[in-house]
C-alpha cells in the first residue's frame, strides 16, 4: 500500500473518530447523561467513548462504604471501566442523581462485577436497590446470577417512569445483616418518549365489538425493567453504535431461537428509512437485517420461526417488534401477511408490513403487544408464521425483538434469583452417581450456595446452560453468502474453564494408569525444582505454575503444580493422569508421572524447550517462525488431534485446542498438551456428549456453546482458530482493537470473504507464501469455523489439506516435493501422491491403544481417503 493511501486512510480513520466522539458528547449532553464508575477515585473512558466520572459526589453525607478493586481484572469484562473498582456498602446507602428533564423518562442501568474483592465473599452479597419508591432489585445476588447464566458481569437496564423531582435517589442496601452490597456502575440517560405510537395490544383479549377488534393498554405511566433486545438475523450492535445517544447494547438472536428450523438471515441492499418515525427507536441496524423463514412455500407452511426467552413468572410483558419489509420487491398489499404469536395465543393475526406502510418500501416500523406470563416456567415464546390463503408469499421476517417487564401498579419490578439450567443440575446429578462421596463433599464445601426458584430477569447476554459464552460466542451463526452476524465477544463468567473442582480433596487414579506412569514423592519434586523456586518458573496456566526441573540426575522435564485456588482442581487433575497415561503417539505430550501428597497436586511431563506455539508467534518472538516451519508445527497439532480422534479405542476430545496448548520440543515438533478437560465418548452413537460448556473464550465452538453438545468438530472448530492465529500472528482475542476485530475467528473471515486476508497476515509472512498454498491454507482454516458442526471437516480432512497446502508450498516449480514426514510410496496424481503420503505418514507415527490388531490402522485411515464418517 502506497504512503500517499495509508496517509488517506489514517486521515479517514481519525475523522472518523472524531465525529463519532463527537455526537456522543453531544448525544450524552442532549439527552443528560451521567456514568458514574463506583469506587473509582477518577473515573475513566470506557470502549465505547463513554467518560466515568467518580460517584463520590453524589453520594449522600454520611455515607460508610468502602471503595476496592478485585484481586485480578478479568480479561472477559467489556472495558476497564466500569469493572475494576468497586464500592461496598455495609448498610444502608443512597445516591442522588440529578436530572434536568423531568418530563422524560429516565433509562438506569446497574453494573455489577460478583468478582473476587479483598476481604470481601461476594457470594455473602445479597442486595436491595431502589429508585425512588419503586423496588428494582430485592435479595438479588450478582454471584448466582453470574454462575447460572455464565457470565462475568451483569447489567440491569430500567426505564423509570417520569421524575417529579430535580434528583432520583438510588437506595442500595444489603439483604439481611450478614450480607454486604457492592456495585461497580451506574448510567442514568433521560429518555425521549419511546412510546410515543398507538397503545399496545393485549395479546389474548378482544373488546367484544362487532369488528373483533383487539383491546390494547397504555403503557406510558409504567417503570420497567429491560429482559432482552435483540438484533434478529443481524450482529452485536455496541452501545457506540446505538441511535438517539442511547448508548443500548442489542445482541443477536441465535441463543434464544428454537428448533431445527431458523429460517436464514438477509440484508437489505436497499436504503432504509424511518419515514418519520424517531431515529432513536432502534438503530438503521436493526431494520437493514432480518431473519426470514425461507424462499421454499411448502417447507414455510410447515413451521414456526420461534424464539424463547427466560423470564420471570407472574409478570406483565411489553414485546416490542421491529420490521422492515425489503426481503420483496411488490409493493401490493397481501404480498406477505403473517399472523404473530406470543406465548401460544395470536397476538396479531395480519400482519402486512406493506399496508403498514401505505406500500412504501424499506421503511422502519414498531408495534408493540402486552402479554402476561404466570405458571412456574417462566418462559416467553415469540413465533412467527405466514397466514396462507390471506398472503401471496408464503413467509414471515422479524427484524429485532426486545421484551420490557411492567411494573403496572405494583412499586416493585424485582424477580428472583436465577435458578441453574436443567442441563447443569444433569450433569452434576450424573457427577453424584458416579462418585457419591466426592460429590457430597464437593457440594458440602460450596460457599453460601442457595437454591432459590424462579427465571432470569435482567439484561441476558445468554441464558447458559445454553451457553458458557461467549459468546460470545460468541461466535455467532454464520450463512454462506451473508454477512457474519456476530459483531461481539460476549461475557463469560470465571476463567478460560467456565468451572472445575477446586484443589484439595483426594482424586481415585485407576491401577491401569498408575501402572502406566511414575508416582513421585513431594520430596523429589521439590528437588528437582529447588522447592518450587520463582526462579525456575517459565509459565503460569489456568492450572497453576509450571517449573522446569532435572529428574534422575540429567533428565529435564516440566512441572505442573496445582494452584490451590484455582479453579481447575481434583478433576482435572485425574483427567490428566487417566487420558495421557494411555495414549503414546509422537504429536502428544508425554506424562511422565505424578505426584500427590499434602493437597499438593503435580504432574511431571517431558521438558519441551521451545515452549508454546503461542510465544514464537506474538508472545516475545524471539524467534520468527518460517511459514514452512509454521506449516510442519500445524500439521504435527492436527496429527495428535487426529489420533485422539480416531486413533485411540474410544473418542477423545480435547476440549481447550489453542496455541498454548501446542508445545514445541528441541527438533521443533508440536505435541498437543492439557488433556484436562478432555472428554472419552462413550459409543458416540448420538455423535455427540451432553456435557457443561468449558473451554477458552475465542477458541469456543459456537455449537457446543449453544447446545452443550460436544463433538469432535469442537476440535476442529477451535483448531482454526489456531491455523489464523499462526498465520496473522495475533491473539485469538484482542479487547484493544475496534468491536469487530477483537474475535480473531470473526475478522478472519470476514476479510476472508472479502478477498483481502492477505492485509492482516503476519507482516513477516507477506510475500513469502505460495499463493496456492496460501488459498488451501486459508480456505481449510475457513472450513474449520463453519458455525454448524456437520459443515466442519474431519480432523482427518483437515490434516489432508495442510499436507497438501505444504506440497503446494514446496513444489512451487511443479516437480513433487518430499519431507521426513511425507514419503513418495506412489506414481500417479499430486492429490494421489499426498494420500497415499499421507497413510504412509500415520502407520509410522502413530501408536494406537486397541485391541483390534493390525487390521484396525487400516480400517481408520482408509477413512481419510474416503471419508464416511465415524
Known sequence: MSTKSSSHILLLFLCSISCISRSLHAANNDQNALFLACGSENGGTDEDARKWEPDAKYLKSGDKSVMTQPGSNDPLAPSVVPYTNARIFQSESSYDLPVKNQTAHVMLRLHFNPTAYPNFNVSDSYITVSAGKVTLLNNFSAYITAQALSQSYIIKEYLLDHVDSSTVEIKIKPFGKSSFSFINGIEMITLPDIFFGPDPLIVGFMSGSSDGAQQSVSVKDNNMELMYRVNVGGQYISPKNDSGGLMRTWYEDTPYLYGASTGVTMRSNRTVSYDGMPSYVAPLSVYESCRSMGFDSNVNKNYNLTWVFNVDSNFTYLVRFHWCDFTIDATRINSMVFTVYISGQIADMEVDLVAMKNRKKAVAIEKDYVTRVDGKEGQLWVAVHPSGANSEIDNAIVNGIEIFKIGGGTTSLAGPNPTMSDLMKKHQEEQSKEDPGKFAEKEKTKTNYVAITGAVGGVAAFSVAAVLALVVYKRKKRTVGVESRTGSWLPIHGNSHSSGSKSGGSTTISSDAASNCRYFSLAEIKQA??????????????????YRGVIDGDQKVAIKRSNPSSEQGVNEFQTEIEMLSKL??????????????????????????????????????????????????????????????????????????????????????????????????????????????????????????????????SDVYSFGVVLFEVLCARPALNANLPKEQVSLADWALVCQRKGNLEDIIDPQLKGKINPECLKKFAETAEKCLADNGIDRPSMGDVLWNLEYALQLEENQDGVLATSESTKQVDHGSAEEVSQHNLIAMHRSTLSLESDKGDNYTDDVFSQIVNPTGR
Open 529 to 546: 525444582t529447588k522447592n518450587f523456586h520463582e526462579s525456575y518458573v517459565i509459565g503460569v496456566g489456568g492450572f497453576g505454575k509450571v
Open 584 to 713: 503414546r503417539h509422537r504429536h502428544l505430550v508425554s506424562l511422565i508421572g505424578f505426584c500427590e501428597e499434602n493437597n499438593e497436586m503435580v504432574l511431571v511431563y517431558d521438558h519441551m524447550a521451545h515452549g508454546t506455539l503461542r510465544e514464537h508467534l506474538y508472545k516475545g518472538n524471539k524467534i520468527t517462525l518460517t511459514w514452512k516451519q509454521r506449516l510442519d508445527i500445524c500439521i504435527g497439532a492436527a496429527r495428535g488431534l487426529h489420533y485422539l480422534h480416531t486413533g485411540s479405542k474410544y473418542t477423545i476430545i480435547h476440549r481447550d485446542v489453542k496455541s498454548t496448548n501446542i508445545l514445541l520440543n528441541d527438533q521443533w515438533v508440536a505435541k498437543v498438551s492439557d488433556f484436562g478437560l478432555s472428554k472419552t465418548g462413550p459409543n458416540m452413537n448420538q455423535g455427540h456428549v451432553t456435557t457443561v460448556v468449558k473451554g477458552s473464550f475465542g477458541y469456543l465452538d459456537p455449537e457446543y456453546f449453544r447446545r452443550q453438545q460436544l463433538t469432535e468438530k
